[in-house]
């Protein structure tokens, strides 16, 4: 079975542009998570996505938003780039909401802002 | 306000014996647990988790205690084998309609031959 798989692996931006990341989530899961590790931090919550919909959303500015596919697929977008966006961007899946079921995680996107 | 800490940066045990790694919470609405373990350059792996109606679940080598009372629970793994060295991050979260997990720190597990 594939896990979750991230592209790309890593990605340097320049400050004010845009990022865009992606996630495939394990097959059979619907929900869609996203994480920020930044240096010397833990893990953040960012964004949970659900059959299409944004289900969460973590204390991150609006510039970080996203969307789930069809195929519950993910991209998040991270506008107006500042040096303190870089950081390991993790995606996770799982089943559907309604169950308490383990996130598994993707092994990331390392962003550097220039 | 970190809810969920791991207050151990690191530890050190030897190949064979047990590793018990600790993680304390403060929020009383939190109902699910979950263990993972993570090495260098790759995602956090899904180790164990446990229910808050239960106060113990065992996977292999692997068992998780969870205290509510105290709120604590702790990962012991035995025996401990080398490649057990890595990161662990305990997590925790509330209700199925949230979606978020709370990670603590993480603690450097380091199992020596």
């Known amino acids: 079975e594939a896990g979750v798989t991230q592209s790309p692996t890593h990605l340097i931006k320049t400050r004010g542009q845009q990022a865009t990341l992606r996630c495939s989530p394990i097959?059979?899961?619907?929900?869609v998570y996203w994480y920020q590790q930044a240096l010397g931090l833990g893990l953040q919550f960012l964004l949970w996505?659900?059959?299409?919909?944004?289900?969460n959303r973590g204390n991150f500015p609006p510039r970080f938003s996203g969307r789930q596919f069809p195929n519950y697929s993910s991209e998040l977008n991270v506008n107006a780039l500042e040096l303190e966006d870089s950081a390991l961007y993790l995606c996770?899946?799982?089943?559907?909401?309604?169950?308490?079921?383990?996130?598994?995680f993707g092994d990331g996107t390392r962003l550097s802002i220039l | 306000d970190q809810q969920v800490k791991q207050n151990s940066p690191s530890l050190s045990v030897q190949e064979g014996r047990i590793s018990i790694l600790n993680c304390d919470y403060t929020?009383?609405?939190?109902?699910?647990f979950l263990w993972y373990k993570k090495y260098p350059a790759e995602g956090p792996t899904f180790l164990i988790s446990?229910?808050?109606?239960?106060d113990k679940n065992e996977d292999g080598r692997f068992t998780v205690f969870l205290n509510k009372s105290a709120k604590h629970l702790s990962l012991h793994i035995v025996p401990s084998q080398p490649g057990d060295s890595a990161v662990y991050f305990c997590?925790?979260?509330?209700?199925?309609?949230?979606?978020?997990?709370?990670f603590g720190q993480g603690t450097i597990l380091t199992v020596h031959p």
């Open positions: 996770a899946s799982s089943l559907g909401q309604g169950s308490s079921q383990p996130q598994h």
């Open positions: 097959s059979g899961h619907t929900s």
């Open positions: 996505y659900d059959e299409g919909e944004e289900r």
């Open positions: 929020n009383s609405m939190f109902d699910y």
């Open positions: 446990i229910s808050s109606i239960k």
């Open positions: 997590a925790a979260s509330k209700g199925t309609s949230y979606g978020k997990l709370t």
